[in-house]
């Protein structure tokens, strides 16, 4: 069975103090619940925030520069993720909609080769 990643993304200023309420959380581990329960979930985790992040980038001349902050300059980030193990990329797309309502943030759906 294929795998996929379903990634939930997150302005950059993003707060889960301020924004994740007891409620969120609950339907959160409802859907964890319901994808252990399914078989489907291979991994979960949730990222420390964006700027939190070191890139790494090899150079020309052979070495790698470290930099503080993630890769991509853009307004959001990956917030966390699952790796789910499904039939096919329907029932992933159904577990995406599932966490877009549980983690009320937009989630993007990928395989894995």
């Not at 707060?15 to 609950?26: H, I």
């Not at 959160?28 to 992040?53: C, H, K």
């Not at 993630?70 to 992933?92: K, N, S």
Request: aromatic share 8%; proline share 7%; glycine share 8%.
């Amino acid at each position: 069975m294929p795998l996929y990643l379903v990634a939930i993304h997150h302005p950059d200023d993003y707060d889960p103090a301020a924004t994740e309420d007891a409620a969120m959380t609950r339907d959160i581990d409802r859907l964890n619940d319901e994808m252990v329960a399914a078989g489907v979930r291979i991994f979960v985790g949730g990222l420390q925030p964006a700027d939190r992040a070191m890139s790494l980038k090899a150079e020309p001349d052979g070495e790698v520069r470290v930099t503080h902050g993630p890769y991509l300059q853009t307004r959001e980030h990956m917030g966390g993720f699952w790796v789910l193990e499904t039939a096919d990329l329907d029932e992933a797309l159904a577990w995406g909609r599932k966490a877009a309502v549980a983690c009320r943030a937009p989630v993007e759906v990928r395989p894995f080769h």
